[in-house]
């Protein structure tokens, strides 16, 4: 059972800021948030992640609520190839390793022309 | 440098029929993980090697599949007797597990059809 809930479909004018949030709740301190992408019928491919601050990358910008119960994945300027669908993800190092990933539905972010 | 690959693309085989699916982890990488995705859905974890640890076998369906990982390389997915719902692409990903997170980067998938 995936720890975070996305909105099933966000639409974004090409050219705008894509702000796609997540909510993780029950997250703990030890947990970071992830953020990847998979465009149709390739793997999944990593955005950008954080632990407790915003954190900003050639791809894209992450906040994180000062609670971190939730945060938005910013796509400063969509384009058409950021059409894909986005999974937001905690995970949290236990002894041994990392917790395994759960990966919701995600939500699936069309850039319209 | 490479990325993570994985063989074959594609796979057809038929009901009842052995299949092993292989991913070369990016050089370095400790920690590989497995993902089945049905069509249309998510990311389905199913088992995850960590260095000379015991892996996390959690994720696996049922005792028709089995992963085997040599070192910190390559790794084999092996289904046996396989059925029409084992149809998905199953990825693999390797991290280099640090301090500062555990990102994963992803192989293309293979992409198997249970006939």
């Known amino acids: 059972d995936a720890k975070t809930t996305q909105p099933t479909s966000m639409d974004c004018a090409e050219g705008r800021a894509a702000n796609l949030p997540c909510n993780h709740s029950t997250i703990s301190g030890n947990e970071y948030v992830y953020w990847y992408r998979q465009i149709h019928s390739q793997g999944p491919q990593y955005i950008i992640h954080?632990?407790?601050n915003n954190e900003t990358n050639e791809m894209a910008s992450l906040i994180i609520t000062e609670d971190r119960k939730s945060s938005t994945l910013i796509l400063p300027h969509a384009t058409l190839r950021d059409t894909a669908v986005y999974y937001c993800?905690?995970?949290?190092?236990?002894?041994?390793?990392?917790?395994?990933?759960?990966f919701g539905t995600g939500t699936k972010l069309q850039v319209i022309p | 440098g490479a990325g993570v690959s994985q063989s074959p693309s594609n796979k057809v085989t038929e009901k009842g029929k052995d299949v092993e699916l292989r991913c070369d982890p990016i050089s370095g990488h400790t920690a590989l993980y497995w993902y089945r995705q049905r069509l249309g859905q998510g990311l389905e974890f199913l088992i995850y090697f960590q260095g000379n640890s015991a892996p996390d076998k959690s994720g696996l369906p049922s005792d028709r599949f089995s992963a085997e990982r040599t070192g910190e390389s390559v790794s084999t997915l092996t289904i046996q007797r396989t059925q029409q719902e084992d149809s998905a692409v199953y990825l693999c990903a390797s991290s280099f597990q640090a301090g500062d997170g555990d990102t994963q980067y992803f192989g293309p998938g293979t992409r198997l059809t249970v006939l």
């Open positions: 993800i905690v995970r949290g190092r236990e002894s041994g390793g990392y917790q395994k990933v759960t």
């Open positions: 954080g632990l407790k």
